[in-house]
């Protein structure tokens, strides 16, 4: 019902900028509450950030306060996420989600395939 495709990833110097998209195709007249996630090499999934269905509310791990924000992008039900001062531990495959806020994967309905992000030290 829902098709989601992340672009944006890349390779970047630590301390550099990237910003990440997530686009929406399917049933997009909807509006849904979206996330990310990202899983680094040999490790297991992880919460990243999510936003609300109208961009009210925002949530974020930890990890990534201060560093990482985000949007809701040009349409309804897709997301952006800013990461700045990006560190080598940041370096994933990034997920996009659709459906909750939780930080949990099992909260969420759709998931796009993923964009790599490498970080240089």
């Known amino acids: 019902q829902v098709q989601l495709v992340e672009s944006g990833g890349g390779l970047v110097l630590a301390g550099g900028s990237l910003r990440l998209s997530c686009a929406a195709s399917?049933?997009?007249?909807?509006?849904?509450?979206m996330g990310w996630f990202r899983q680094p090499p040999g490790k297991e999934r992880e919460f990243v950030a999510a936003?609300?269905?109208?961009?009210?509310?925002?949530y974020y791990a930890d990890s990534v306060k201060g560093r990482f924000t985000i949007s809701r992008a040009n349409t309804k039900n897709t997301v952006s996420l800013q990461m700045n001062s990006l560190e080598p531990e940041d370096t994933a495959v990034y997920y996009c989600?659709?459906?909750?806020?939780?930080?949990?994967?099992?909260?969420?309905?759709?998931w796009g395939q993923g964009t790599q992000v490498t970080v240089s030290s």
């Open positions: 989600a659709a459906g909750s806020v939780r930080a949990t994967m099992s909260a969420y309905a759709y």
């Open positions: 399917g049933r997009t007249y909807n509006t849904y509450p």
């Open positions: 936003i609300d269905s109208n961009g009210a509310s925002t």
